[in-house]
């Protein structure tokens, strides 16, 4: 079992960076794949990063691809999600997620761990 806790979210201006990070208790962190996934008001809850347990291959959603850089240091248990370019229609709650899979997969369902959720607010 692991539990997870967000944090590094805020307000920031359009164009702005923020860095989310993810940190994970346990002692088989490596054993998870990881993602972060968003909710915003009257949306579904969506992928937007994930990174493969062991070797930390990575995957993104189109809208944050060449934006956002998913990471995970195994050595401290944590996972990174550094987002650049920030969008209004970045805003939203951030969600990490951990998985059994081998992959990071897009699907909510693949993920029996979540995170609390740290709010993103993008200025216009």
């Known amino acids: 079992q692991v539990q997870l806790v967000e944090s590094g979210g805020g307000l920031v201006q359009a164009g702005g960076s923020l860095r989310l990070s993810c940190a994970a208790s346990g002692r088989t962190f490596t054993s998870y794949s990881m993602a972060w996934f968003r909710q915003a008001p009257g949306k579904e809850r969506e992928f937007v990063a994930g990174?493969?347990?062991?070797?930390?291959?990575?995957s993104y959603a189109t809208p944050v691809k060449g934006r956002f850089t998913i990471s995970r240091d195994n050595a401290k248990n944590t996972v990174l999600l550094q987002m650049n370019g920030l969008k209004p229609e970045d805003t939203a709650v951030y969600y990490c997620a951990a998985s059994y899979r081998f992959y990071a997969t897009v699907y909510v369902a693949d993920y029996g761990y979540w995170g609390q959720g740290t709010q993103v607010t993008v200025s216009s």
């Open positions: 990174i493969r347990r062991s070797e930390g291959t990575t």
